[in-house]
């Protein structure tokens, strides 16, 4: 244990611990490191009155409950990590930590649902990379604080409620990369699902990484939430399982469609990295770029084609212009 500005830490990381340090709480203790560790199970009772602000568990693998008197003794918790422990969900008590400004989930993939979290109005992250929800939280639209979503890489998560994203009005990053829920456009929606209208609604949105069905709903109308992400992910497929685009500035990957009469050129205008697989129509979709839209790819550095029959411009494109000025791979 340590101390320093007032604050008492223990860190007990990487030890090997197979057991909780019951022992070695005290009441004043604000910062707890038992990450890494080989605990086996959490303790239902924890010394009362603890003060613990930030408590990090990630990587205790071999943890499959968290039980309800466990967090309990926690009451005034901002940070809480349990990465990578194998829960189903947590207990009722979670709904109590109305303090808790960050949540981290990441590869809790046995996780299948959280208590609901609106009484958690101070949360401003959310990180539930890897796990197996199949909707989002509950009570996720009360939480007007929250500045950060992550659920890349959940390849169970079906449901997101309409309504839901709207609320969040201080929303920053959407990560959705590798998700297995696929955006609609408002008329073409599952009904009682959010829509991609609802994410042009968050005036502070910067980065957005989603799967979209169809690239020829996508139309210019939503141009201007584009331009004011400084970085986004766009996959579309009608494929479940997907691997999502690249991790550059603007990162755009169309699988599975045909593109002939698709109308991107307004969105490939901020597209740095363009990923096209088992794509049909591509002659179609270049010529028509090169009539309507010669800056389409003015600020591409990075183009990927796989598996296309065959790839020509009509006679005389090449020679009218240098369709990628900046391409570097």
């Known amino acids: 244990s340590s101390q320093g500005e007032g604050f008492h830490s223990l860190v007990m990381a990487g030890r090997g611990l197979i057991e909780f340090p019951q022992d070695k709480f005290v009441s004043s203790v604000q910062r707890v490191s038992l990450m890494a560790n080989k605990l086996e199970r959490l303790p239902n009772n924890v010394i009362e009155g603890v003060e613990t602000l930030v408590l990090l568990l990630q990587g205790n693998s071999h943890v499959k409950e968290v039980p309800n008197g466990f967090l309990q003794a926690f009451p005034n918790l901002r940070i ?8 189903r969900t947590l207990p009722d008590s979670f709904s109590n930590l109305h303090s808790l400004r960050s949540l981290v989930l990441r590869n809790c993939k046995k996780l299948r649902n959280l208590p609901s979290l609106e009484s958690l109005v101070k949360l401003q992250f959310l990180d539930l990379h890897e796990s197996a929800i199949r909707e989002l939280p ?37 990560d959705m990369a590798g998700s297995a829920y696929s955006w609609g456009i408002k008329g073409e929606e599952r009904e009682g699902q959010a829509t991609l209208d609802e994410v042009t609604c968050l005036p502070h949105l910067q980065f957005l990484a989603i799967k979209l069905l169809d690239v020829l709903s996508f139309s210019y109308e939503f141009d201007s939430l584009t331009k004011r992400l400084t970085k986004f992910q766009f996959l579309f497929s009608p494929i479940r399982s997907v691997s999502p685009p690249g991790t550059g500035e603007g990162c755009l990957a169309i699988s599975d469609v045909n593109v002939s009469n698709a109308s991107i050129g307004w969105l490939l205008q901020h597209v740095t990295s363009l990923d096209l697989n088992y794509c049909e129509g591509l002659n179609g979709m270049f010529e028509n770029l090169v009539t309507k839209s010669k800056s389409s790819f003015v600020a591409m550095k990075a183009l990927s084609i796989h598996y296309f029959p065959s ?12 369709l990628f000025p900046n391409l570097e791979e």
């Not at 809480?80 to 829960?87: E, K, N, Y």
């Not at 009570?139 to 449901?159: D, H, P």
């Open 80 to 87: 809480l990590d349990l990465s990578g422990v194998r829960i």
């Open 138 to 174: 509950r009570g996720l639209e009360a939480l007007s604080s929250l500045r950060y979503i992550c659920v890349s890489n959940t390849y169970q998560l079906q449901s997101i409620p309409a309504g839901t994203i709207l609320q969040l009005s201080s929303l920053e990053v959407l």
């Open 311 to 322: 790839l020509s411009l009509a006679s005389g494109c090449e020679s009218q212009l240098d």
